[in-house]
């Protein structure tokens, strides 16, 4: 049976998965008025997230470009790319790989001890568990993002 930080990643990444399949593809590049970010690039950052903070903080070989990660990174907005993202098709594609790939690097190690150990609060991260836990949260607000940002077109 499956480590349960392994379900609670599917569960989150199916959510997600429904609710980026819910956008029209009219609404994904828009940015409503009160927000930074658009769809494509909440998608974007969950995709990266894994990357930065996952792969980056262990001994593994991330998935992603550089390039790819430069667009999504925290702190980035749609009006200061310099060149065209990755379409939303793309992100997708690559948000529906992810998880097994997650599972299958990290299946046995959990318990290791990440090279950048982290504090958000009172939360300590220090293992690959801790990582993915974070990421698991991460993933839910932005999730929750994007639901806020297609009410806010009307979706």
């Given at each position: 049976?499956?480590?349960?930080?392994?379900?609670?990643?599917?569960f989150?990444?199916?959510y997600?998965?429904?609710?980026l399949?819910?956008v029209?593809k009219?609404a994904?590049d828009v940015?409503p008025?009160?927000?930074?970010?658009n769809i494509?690039?909440n998608?974007g950052?969950?995709?990266g997230a894994?990357?930065?903070l996952?792969y980056a903080?262990t001994a593994?070989?991330g998935?992603l470009?550089?390039?790819?990660?430069?667009?999504?990174k925290?702190?980035?907005?749609p009006?200061?790319?310099?060149?065209?993202?990755?379409?939303?098709e793309?992100?997708?594609?690559?948000?529906?790989?992810?998880v097994?790939?997650?599972?299958?690097?990290?299946e046995?190690r959990?318990?290791?001890?990440?090279?950048?150990?982290?504090?958000?609060?009172?939360?300590?991260?220090?293992?690959v568990?801790?990582m993915i836990s974070f990421?698991i949260f991460?993933?839910?607000?932005?999730?929750?993002?994007v639901?806020?940002?297609?009410r806010?077109l009307?979706q």
């Amino acid at each position: 049976m499956a480590d349960a930080i392994f379900e609670q990643l599917r569960f989150t990444r199916v959510y997600t998965l429904k609710v980026l399949g819910s956008v029209s593809k009219e609404a994904v590049d828009v940015i409503p008025a009160g927000f930074n970010n658009n769809i494509l690039w909440n998608a974007g950052h969950v995709l990266g997230a894994y990357e930065q903070l996952l792969y980056a903080n262990t001994a593994d070989a991330g998935k992603l470009q550089k390039e790819f990660i430069e667009f999504f990174k925290g702190g980035t907005k749609p009006g200061d790319w310099q060149a065209e993202p990755p379409s939303y098709e793309e992100i997708v594609t690559l948000l529906e790989k992810q998880v097994e790939q997650v599972i299958s690097t990290y299946e046995g190690r959990l318990d290791e001890i990440i090279s950048k150990e982290m504090k958000l609060g009172s939360f300590e991260i220090k293992t690959v568990r801790d990582m993915i836990s974070f990421n698991i949260f991460h993933e839910g607000l932005h999730a929750g993002l994007v639901n806020g940002l297609k009410r806010s077109l009307g979706q």
